[in-house]
């Protein structure tokens, strides 16, 4: 995943969650569907599973996923020079899902997590990962708010570190920005280091966030598409960089075991009301099929989508 926008502050939704998966295309992905990661850490195809999300079948894990209780995790890597790390970036999403969902008579299983991550000496590629945590209450009509906590190494082999994404100041987080009360209005993470200039693809997409946010009162059906529209954002000048667009059209990315061919896989949003009620698109944007070099690679069609719907 490249890029996730959000916001904690809409007034009909607690969560509003917009991400991209840019990725080589080669690479064994199972789609979106319920599953428990089971012993190859596939997924089970079980409506009865506690996990929602797609599963990286070469290295185990997820990049994006939420469980039935409502925690949602999402990992962005750093861009870097690639080395050989001895943990999977993608098996920190899959256990917080896990563990958040078992709880096992934790107060805080959030806490507990990030108290494990950080603590643990394991070196990992260089990450951003962030996860939402609903908090409830007595409330009927407004039970559910989140939370947001980063964890990230700044870079591969670094220590983890955690920060919490409430209630920073303006200078805090450059990613983020903050509405008339002084909470976080909206947030946005893609593969930079934490205090690093903003990518133009963040700008862009804060800035696209926000104005669907100046009108709250769309329909689900609506802001469901202009968040996918939003996550298909391209500059009316060809690119340099993946940094500088939002959707990543095919390009050629070199990769051992790969044969190289590099674009938006997926895009996805997850949409949390406050009364509890679950919606998750994970659409398919570029697909491999027998695509040989970057102009024969196929565009998926709108229509190419899983759609889920629960409640926590």
């Known amino acids: 995943m490249c890029i996730a926008v959000?916001?904690?502050s809409h007034p009909s939704y607690a969560l509003v969650l917009a991400a991209n998966r840019d990725e080589h295309l080669d690479r064994p992905t199972v789609p979106a569907q319920f599953h428990n990661f089971g012993e190859h850490n596939e997924g089970s195809e079980t409506e009865i599973g506690h996990i929602l999300s797609g599963v990286d079948t070469r290295a185990g894990g997820t990049w994006f996923g939420v469980n039935r209780s409502g925690d949602v995790g999402l990992l962005t890597n750093i861009t870097e020079t690639p080395r050989k790390w001895t943990s999977s970036r993608g098996h920190l999403v899959s256990r917080f899902l896990l563990h958040s969902h078992a709880k096992d008579g934790s107060e805080d299983p959030l806490h507990d997590f990030i108290d494990v991550a950080t603590s643990n000496e394991e070196?990992?590629?260089?990450?951003?990962l962030v996860l939402f945590s609903p908090t409830k209450s007595d409330n009927p009509e407004d039970r559910i708010s989140y939370k947001a906590t980063l964890l990230t190494n700044h870079g591969g082999g670094g220590d983890i570190v955690s920060k919490s994404l409430d209630g920073l100041t303006a200078n805090s987080l450059p990613s983020q920005t903050l509405d008339k009360r002084g909470t976080i209005n909206l947030g946005c993470v893609s593969n930079g280091a934490e205090n690093l200039s903003e990518w133009p693809k963040v700008k862009k997409a804060r800035q696209s966030l926000q104005e669907i946010l100046d009108e709250p009162h769309l329909s689900?059906?609506?802001l469901t598409e202009r968040?996918?529209?939003l996550l298909q954002w391209e500059p009316p000048v060809k690119p340099e960089k993946p940094r500088d667009t939002i959707l990543v059209a095919p390009i050629h990315i070199p990769r051992i075991g790969s044969n190289g061919l590099?674009?938006?896989r997926l895009s996805s949003i997850i949409l949390i009301t406050h009364s509890g009620d679950v919606l998750f698109i994970e659409r398919d944007i570029f697909i491999p099929g027998d695509a040989v070099d970057v102009s024969s690679v196929p565009r998926a069609p709108s229509s190419s989508q899983r759609v889920f719907r629960f409640r926590i």
């Open 6 to 8: 959000w916001t904690l």
């Open 123 to 128: 070196r990992y590629a260089g990450f951003n």
């Open 227 to 229: 968040l996918f529209q």
């Open 262 to 264: 590099y674009a938006t």
């Open 220 to 222: 689900e059906e609506d």
